[in-house]
Nanobody
Framework: QVQLVESGGGLVQPGGSLTLSCAAS????????MNWYRQTPGRERELVAG???????NYADSVKGRFTISRDNAKDIVYLQMNSLKPEDTAVYYC???????????????WGRGTQVTVSS
């Protein structure tokens, strides 16, 4: 099974910065996309940012201009650089990948267990 491990979460003051990372391991033939989601109690998990193997990126409107997603294809690592953080950015952030474990495998979606980001003074 594909395993994802997030790191870099923690407590940061409003206006501060934080960088999350997610390392993918296990049986992986190819990764089509790597994404970051976030979720707070009482709300649906939402897509924050995504990047394809071709380095095409997309962002939620709420984080455009503040967050930057990047990917190291050789190492199967995705990063999320978060700047100008706001209290409303507080959430559990989850790494997600669309990957194939074998050449003729289906494209599955795999999730990390999440890392807490808290923005508070």
């Amino acid at each position: 099974q594909v395993q994802l491990v997030e790191s870099g979460g923690g407590l940061v003051q409003p206006g501060g910065s934080l960088t999350l990372s997610c390392a993918a391991s296990g049986t992986i033939f190819s990764i089509d996309a790597m994404n970051w989601y976030r979720q707070t109690p009482g709300r649906e998990r939402e897509l924050v940012a995504g990047v394809t193997s071709g380095r095409s990126t997309n962002y939620a409107d709420s984080v455009k201009g503040r967050f930057t997603i990047s990917r190291d294809n050789a190492k199967d690592i995705v990063y999320l650089q978060m700047n100008s953080l706001k209290p409303e950015d507080t959430a559990v952030y989850y790494c997600n990948v669309a990957a194939r474990r074998r050449l003729n495998d289906y494209v599955g979606r795999y999730w990390g267990r999440g890392t807490q980001v808290t923005v508070s003074s």
